[in-house]
C-alpha cells in the first residue's frame, strides 16, 4: 500500500499509453490551480479596494500609503501566477489533445505573450505606469497597445486578460475531466459485473 512518503502518483487507466494519464493529471493540475488563484486574486482585488476607501476617509486609524503600496505588490504578483497557472493549463491542454490525436484546440495568442512578456519584463522600458518594449525584439510588443499595465486595480489583470474567463475556461477544464473519470469508473463497473 502506497503512504504519502512513497508520493503520489498521477492516476494511472488501462488501455492508456503512458504519456496520457500524465498529461490528463497536468491539465487538471494547472486547471485546479487556475480557479484556485482566481480566488485568491478576487479576495485580494477586494480587500484592496476596501482597504483604499478606508485610506481615502483619512481618520487615522486605517491603512496607510505603504499598506496600500504592499496591498499592489501582493495582487501584482498573484496575478502574475494566475497567467502562469493558466498558460500552463492551456499548453497541458493542447498536449493531453495531441496525445489523443486530436486536433489541439488554439492558443490564446494574448495568454502566452503575456506570459512570455512578464517572463522577460526586466528588459523592458517604463512609461508612467507601463512597460513597454526596450527593443523591437522585446516579447511586448507583440502584445495589443505593445505594453503591460503595471498598475494594479483594473478589472483586468496587466490591463489585459478576463479573470472571469480564464475561471470559466478552468471550470470547464475540470468539469470535462471529472466526467471522464466518471464515464472510465462506469465502464470498469460494468464490466467488473458483466459476469465474464
Known amino acids: 500500500m502506497a503512504t504519502l512518503a512513497d508520493g503520489v502518483c498521477l492516476r494511472s487507466v488501462n488501455g492508456m499509453d503512458d504519456a496520457e494519464p500524465h498529461c490528463r493529471s ?22 484592496a479596494a476596501r482597504r483604499g476607501r478606508a485610506y481615502e476617509r483619512m481618520d487615522g486609524h486605517g491603512p496607510d500609503i505603504l499598506d496600500l503600496q504592499k496591498d499592489a ?11 502562469w497557472a493558466a498558460h500552463q ?3 497541458w491542454v493542447r498536449r493531453l489533445a495531441i496525445e489523443r490525436g486530436e486536433e489541439p484546440p488554439p492558443r490564446d495568442k ?7 512578456a512578464l517572463e522577460h519584463l526586466d528588459e523592458a522600458e517604463f512609461d508612467g ?14 502584445l495589443p497597445d505593445g ?3 503595471i498598475a494594479t ?16 475556461r ?9 466526467d471522464e473519470f466518471i464515464q472510465e469508473a462506469e465502464s470498469w463497473w460494468i464490466e467488473m459485473n458483466s459476469g465474464r
Open 153 to 168: 486595480g483594473h478589472g483586468r489583470a496587466f490591463g489585459l486578460i478576463d479573470v472571469e474567463e480564464l475561471e470559466r
Open 110 to 116: 494574448v495568454l502566452a505573450d503575456l506570459r512570455n
Open 129 to 142: 505606469h507601463n512597460a513597454v518594449p526596450g527593443s523591437a525584439k522585446d516579447s511586448l510588443a507583440r
Open 26 to 47: 497536468f491539465v487538471q493540475t494547472w486547471a485546479e490551480a487556475v480557479i484556485s488563484q482566481v480566488k485568491q486574486v478576487r479576495q485580494l482585488r477586494l480587500d
Open 147 to 149: 505594453r503591460i499595465s
Open 73 to 83: 505588490r501582493t495582487l501584482w504578483a498573484e496575478e502574475h501566477k494566475l497567467v
Open 170 to 178: 478552468a471550470l470547464a477544464i475540470v468539469q470535462g475531466i471529472e
Open 89 to 91: 493549463a492551456e499548453r
